[in-house]
């Protein structure tokens, strides 16, 4: 059974920083393309960053370049999240999802290209 658990989520103020983690079972970590997503209230849930397998390949959403770095660990089966400078518009339920890739390169942006998903983790900034 495959489960992602999210965790680091929380309040923050204005220009503050958390790091997200999520931890992997269930699946070949190594071998999967990671990536997070978050959703606001009232709003789709919307691409934020993804990592390919081997690390190799990261694409951020324009909205969180230069202030977010998505890593893995796949000794740990863990991906990350680091989210600096935050902003009242970051805040959201933030999910990781995994899918299963051949490709090492590999990063997948869109929702329907991932098969698992983690229950969510919420973050709050402050304004």
């Known amino acids: 059974q495959v489960q992602l658990v999210e965790s680091g989520g929380g309040l923050v103020q204005t220009g503050g920083s958390l790091r997200l983690s999520c931890a992997a079972s269930g699946l070949t970590f190594s071998n999967c393309a990671m990536g997070w997503f978050r959703q606001a209230p009232g709003k789709e849930r919307e691409f934020v960053a993804a990592?390919?397998?081997?690390?190799?390949?990261?694409y951020y959403a324009d909205s969180v370049k230069g202030r977010f770095t998505i890593s893995r660990d796949n000794a740990k089966n863990t991906v990350y999240l680091q989210m600096n400078s935050l902003k009242p518009e970051d805040t959201a339920v933030f999910y990781c999802a995994a899918r299963i890739t051949t490709a090492a390169t590999a990063v997948l942006t869109k929702r329907v290209n991932y098969d698992d998903w983690g229950q969510g983790t919420q973050v709050t900034v402050s304004s």
């Open positions: 990592i390919s397998w081997s690390g190799r390949t990261i």
